[in-house]
């Protein structure tokens, strides 16, 4: 077979460095989350009482965003390897603009997604890349402290809001059923709807941190991992406490110490941050393992075409359920639909990956952003 066909699942970036198998496969299976996630959204209801219907409801579930924040992670570890060759004032200042503007075109392309995806992600991952042009060359500690300040805003500005809501004047600013204007945009982007910069800047932030400590994961992973899980668990069990108590009676008790993603607490945000850490660590252990399996190869060669996927699952539900009609009713046909998905996803995205290379919707994100 000619070379030009056989392209290495591993490859290089476009820096020209080794491209991270753990990555790569931690962001193929979080994309496989993500989309299971948004179909259950869009096809079940939410105040369905089986198990699997709480476990899979995109608003309370416990898996309601957390394949998303591992995402998000993995996009701050990648924004740092973009940038961490950028030594000298020239190199900061071509890995701004191209921070900036591979944050513009995802923020503009999600917010016209928007229309016919409510919620996406793109729209504010394109947000969390614009901010990230300004935060690149903050040390770390700099960024813990906004990583922080992050899940202690959203937490406080949330709670106020709730608070306002219940015993007026009710804040209508603040919930951003359509965008009509710039404050709306802001409001959007910055502390409503679904992945907004507060407290969701905190998990890119961390990703960032990671990012430049990758040799140090490798090395102490496995306390990484015991760390990550006591932590996770530890959250889960003071929620539990604190459900049995009177904390949650009032409604700024209940905003503080919610588990729920749009409750915005600061629980939440470390339970999450530790899952996702977790998964991320896992993953790249078992993928640096065992990086000649079928699996992981074809994993590896998703992962690197997320971006075409994740539109090509907007485009499957269309086909699939809007134009020709199909009834996909009930838990189990939804996921058996989220489950052919990315059965042939992963076919076809190795398939292309190995015979063509990058994804259409990657080859033009890196032709306007570098």
Do not use: K
Request: hydrophobic content about 50%; overall charge positive; aromatic content about 12%.
């Amino acid at each position: 077979m000619s070379e030009l066909h056989d392209r290495d699942a591993a490859g290089t970036t476009r820096a020209g460095t080794p491209r991270l198998i753990g990555l790569d496969v931690t962001r193929a299976i979080a994309l496989i989350g993500v989309v299971t996630m948004n179909y259950c959204g869009a096809l079940l209801d939410s105040n369905g009482d089986a198990s699997i219907d709480r476990l899979l409801d995109p608003y309370t579930g416990i898996l309601s965003t957390r394949f998303a924040a591992t995402f998000v992670v993995i996009a701050g570890i990648g924004a740092t390897l973009m940038t961490r060759r950028a030594t000298d004032e020239a190199a900061r200042r071509d890995a701004a603009w191209r921070l900036l503007r591979r944050g513009l075109l995802l923020y503009a392309g999600g917010f016209a997604l928007n229309w016919v995806w409510p919620g996406t992600i793109l729209f504010y991952y394109g947000a969390y890349f614009v901010i990230a042009a300004l935060l690149f060359r903050l040390s770390t500690r700099w960024l813990g402290i906004i990583a922080v300040a992050s899940a202690t805003i959203a937490t406080t500005v949330r709670t106020w809001i709730e608070w306002r809501a219940e015993n007026g004047p009710f804040p209508e600013w603040a919930y951003t059923a359509e965008v009509s204007g710039f404050r709306d945009l802001a409001v959007r982007t910055f502390i409503d709807y679904t992945h907004p910069v507060f407290p969701w800047l905190a998990f890119f932030c961390c990703g960032m941190i990671l990012g430049r400590h990758l040799e140090q994961v490798r090395r102490r992973s496995r306390p990484l991992v015991l760390g990550t899980l006591a932590v996770s668990t530890a959250t889960y069990v003071a929620a539990t406490i604190i459900d049995r108590s009177s904390l949650r009676d009032g409604i700024v008790g209940w905003n503080l110490t919610s588990m729920q993603p749009f409750q915005q607490s600061l629980l939440y945000v470390i339970s999450t941050l530790s899952i996702a850490l977790l998964a991320f660590t896992v993953v790249s252990r078992v993928a640096e393992a065992h990086t000649d399996r079928p699996v992981i190869v074809a994993l590896r060669r998703t992962g690197q075409l997320t971006l075409s996927l994740y539109l090509l699952h907007v485009l499957a539900y269309y086909a699939v359920v809007e134009w020709s009609g199909v009834a996909v009713e009930g838990t189990g046909s939804v996921l058996a639909f989220a489950a052919t998905f990315w059965i042939l996803a992963v076919m076809v995205g190795s398939w292309w990956h190995h015979r063509i290379g990058e994804g259409p919707a990657e080859r033009l994100y890196r032709a306007f952003g570098g």
